[in-house]
């Protein structure tokens, strides 16, 4: 068995949990609204059409904010297509995703909808066949109370109070060839600029995210960042980071040490921006929006097909993922949160049925993927501050990343409560962590382990299905003890310790 240490020290404290670190994303993409969020006729739906099922859900997710309508898709949006009556809604063509769009959904129902789950709505606008007018015609129509044309045409369409919408993405990974659109830095970076003058002419309050690097591996990563914000500097709030990854080459241990990247993505994207920051001689600090990330399997969409018909709603990127997943996508979480002094808010991409927690039959049962359970676990227990903590623990050799440490953790704590995240990454042995608790919260005194729950299987590719939707489920972990405080933690596993004073 491996053994490991760890030291949770209040001292360590890096930042408050940002309640926006547990946002996800809704595009109009595949399966996400249509028979995602929404299905009507189906036996669990609301007057409005929205599925009860998936808002169950995303509330038992604890899901803070959803980014909205996209994703690649938006920038090829044209926002007035999805308000209004219904049957004057025009059918487009969605060439993001080689689908057609009714726009049965648009941004009234999105955010009737995000009202109804909890969620803050976050937007983002179209700089790819758009610009500057289309940008603030739509705010107008979202944040203006009342009395100019598009304001009145919001209340007209029955949304008589203001949408309110404070966070806004000033489109979309305008870094990738594949985007419609598609600009180099300087040219994003000026259309940004412009875009976001504007808008704070309509709202100085609004908080925007600049488009940053759709990967670290993107040829222009860092350089993007640089000339982007260069433009935007004192016009934007974040930048955005966006980061999927797969298992390659069976790679499980290097797939499990996936976080490593992610690590470097934030620090590299935040000395570029604080360089920036130095160099224009402000003292403003920008903030990282990691506004898609996730486990996708992308190879396998790369390797497909294209598509030559023009589908509705048609079931695309619908990864099944098993165990190996959930726990690289649990040390992904615990990236996020270690960041949180400059990660201002995340989505995990997406919600429903495309590389989602929550999947969806037509018609029928919606249940939860073996993603689901990291994310709500930090979703509920991640409060107060976070806390820095560095195991002292066994190391393993990856292609990739070179030798990573076999754990990963991160600490929160408040008055009545500490937690520790921790991933055992290693893919064959089980580890023995002893825990130095340190004087526990503001008052002290002797620790304990209140409880601890573990999210494993002896089949690291075992997956729920909606004929088994609990097979990868998060269960008690009772082999804890004390005097000294330990626990063991089984192979590819997500574990969450609760800790209380004794
Ligand atoms: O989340 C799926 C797609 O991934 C999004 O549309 C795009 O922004 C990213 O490339």
């Given at each position: 068995m491996l053994q490991a240490q760890l030291t949770i020290d209040p001292a360590h404290r890096v930042a408050p949990v940002r309640r926006r670190t547990f946002g996800t994303f809704v595009e109009h993409l595949g399966r996400c609204v249509y028979t995602g969020i929404y299905e009507p006729g189906?036996?669990?739906?609301d007057e409005e059409g929205f599925r009860g099922d998936v808002l169950a859900l995303t509330r038992e997710l604890g899901v803070t904010t959803v980014r909205y309508?996209?994703?690649?898709?938006?920038?090829?949006?044209?926002?007035?297509?999805?308000?209004?009556p219904r049957e004057r809604r025009p059918r487009r063509l969605d060439l993001a995703w080689h689908s057609t769009e009714t726009?049965?959904?648009?941004l009234d129902e999105f955010v009737r909808w995000s009202r109804l789950a909890g969620l803050e709505p976050m937007m983002a606008v179209n700089l790819?066949?758009?610009g500057v007018q289309e940008a603030v015609d739509l705010l107008e129509y979202c944040?203006?109370?009342?009395?100019?044309a598009l304001s009145d045409l919001r209340i007209a369409n029955g949304?008589?109070?203001?949408?309110?919408?404070?966070m806004w993405c000033l489109?979309?990974?305008?870094?990738?060839?594949?985007?419609?659109g598609h600009k180099t830095a300087r040219e994003y970076g000026r259309l940004a600029a412009e875009t976001a003058r504007a808008m704070r002419m309509v709202d100085p309050g609004l908080e925007l995210v600049a488009c940053g690097s759709s990967?670290?591996?993107?040829?222009t990563f860092g350089a993007w960042e640089a000339t982007v914000l260069e433009e935007t500097y004192d016009l934007v709030d974040h930048i955005s980071c966006h980061a999927y990854y797969e298992e390659k080459d069976g790679d499980l241990g290097g797939f499990l040490a996936c976080a490593t990247d992610m690590e470097h993505f934030i620090s590299t994207v935040v000395s570029t921006a604080d360089q920036v920051g130095a160099r224009l001689g402000s003292r403003k600090k920008i903030s990282v929006s990691f506004d898609e990330w996730n486990v996708w399997y992308m190879s396998r969409v790369q390797a497909a097909a294209p598509r030559q018909d023009w589908p509705v709603?048609?079931?695309?990127?619908?990864d099944h993922y098993h165990l190996a997943d959930a726990v690289a996508f649990g040390s992904l979480l615990i990236t996020l949160l270690r960041h949180s002094d400059r990660v201002a808010a995340a989505c995990?991409?997406?919600?429903?049925?495309?590389?989602?927690p929550i999947m969806t039959e037509p018609g029928g049962r919606a249940w939860r993927q073996t993603t689901f359970h990291p994310f709500a676990q930090a979703a509920r227990h991640a409060k107060g501050d976070v806390v820095r903590v560095e195991p002292v623990c066994p190391t393993y050799g990856t292609a990739e990343f070179g030798e990573v440490p076999v754990l990963h953790a991160v600490a929160t704590q408040d008055d009545a409560d500490t937690t520790l995240f921790v991933v055992?990454?290693?893919?064959a042995e089980p580890l023995e962590l002893e825990l130095d608790?340190?004087?526990?919260?503001?008052?002290?005194g002797a620790v304990r382990i209140a409880e601890a729950t573990t999210l494993t299987d002896e089949d690291m590719y075992a997956r729920n299905t909606?004929?088994?939707?609990?097979?990868v489920v998060p269960r008690p972990n009772t082999s804890h003890r004390s005097d000294p405080l330990r626990i063991v933690l089984p192979p590819v596993s997500w574990n969450v310790i609760r800790l209380s004073r004794a």
């Amino acid at each position: 068995m491996l053994q490991a240490q760890l030291t949770i020290d209040p001292a360590h404290r890096v930042a408050p949990v940002r309640r926006r670190t547990f946002g996800t994303f809704v595009e109009h993409l595949g399966r996400c609204v249509y028979t995602g969020i929404y299905e009507p006729g189906h036996p669990t739906v609301d007057e409005e059409g929205f599925r009860g099922d998936v808002l169950a859900l995303t509330r038992e997710l604890g899901v803070t904010t959803v980014r909205y309508p996209g994703g690649n898709f938006v920038s090829g949006y044209r926002w007035e297509d999805g308000v209004g009556p219904r049957e004057r809604r025009p059918r487009r063509l969605d060439l993001a995703w080689h689908s057609t769009e009714t726009n049965e959904i648009g941004l009234d129902e999105f955010v009737r909808w995000s009202r109804l789950a909890g969620l803050e709505p976050m937007m983002a606008v179209n700089l790819g066949t758009r610009g500057v007018q289309e940008a603030v015609d739509l705010l107008e129509y979202c944040n203006i109370p009342s009395g100019t044309a598009l304001s009145d045409l919001r209340i007209a369409n029955g949304a008589k109070e203001p949408h309110d919408i404070r966070m806004w993405c000033l489109g979309n990974e305008m870094d990738g060839p594949w985007q419609i659109g598609h600009k180099t830095a300087r040219e994003y970076g000026r259309l940004a600029a412009e875009t976001a003058r504007a808008m704070r002419m309509v709202d100085p309050g609004l908080e925007l995210v600049a488009c940053g690097s759709s990967g670290s591996s993107m040829p222009t990563f860092g350089a993007w960042e640089a000339t982007v914000l260069e433009e935007t500097y004192d016009l934007v709030d974040h930048i955005s980071c966006h980061a999927y990854y797969e298992e390659k080459d069976g790679d499980l241990g290097g797939f499990l040490a996936c976080a490593t990247d992610m690590e470097h993505f934030i620090s590299t994207v935040v000395s570029t921006a604080d360089q920036v920051g130095a160099r224009l001689g402000s003292r403003k600090k920008i903030s990282v929006s990691f506004d898609e990330w996730n486990v996708w399997y992308m190879s396998r969409v790369q390797a497909a097909a294209p598509r030559q018909d023009w589908p509705v709603a048609p079931p695309l990127l619908e990864d099944h993922y098993h165990l190996a997943d959930a726990v690289a996508f649990g040390s992904l979480l615990i990236t996020l949160l270690r960041h949180s002094d400059r990660v201002a808010a995340a989505c995990l991409a997406q919600l429903v049925n495309v590389i989602a927690p929550i999947m969806t039959e037509p018609g029928g049962r919606a249940w939860r993927q073996t993603t689901f359970h990291p994310f709500a676990q930090a979703a509920r227990h991640a409060k107060g501050d976070v806390v820095r903590v560095e195991p002292v623990c066994p190391t393993y050799g990856t292609a990739e990343f070179g030798e990573v440490p076999v754990l990963h953790a991160v600490a929160t704590q408040d008055d009545a409560d500490t937690t520790l995240f921790v991933v055992n990454r290693s893919t064959a042995e089980p580890l023995e962590l002893e825990l130095d608790a340190g004087p526990l919260g503001a008052g002290g005194g002797a620790v304990r382990i209140a409880e601890a729950t573990t999210l494993t299987d002896e089949d690291m590719y075992a997956r729920n299905t909606a004929d088994d939707p609990d097979r990868v489920v998060p269960r008690p972990n009772t082999s804890h003890r004390s005097d000294p405080l330990r626990i063991v933690l089984p192979p590819v596993s997500w574990n969450v310790i609760r800790l209380s004073r004794a």
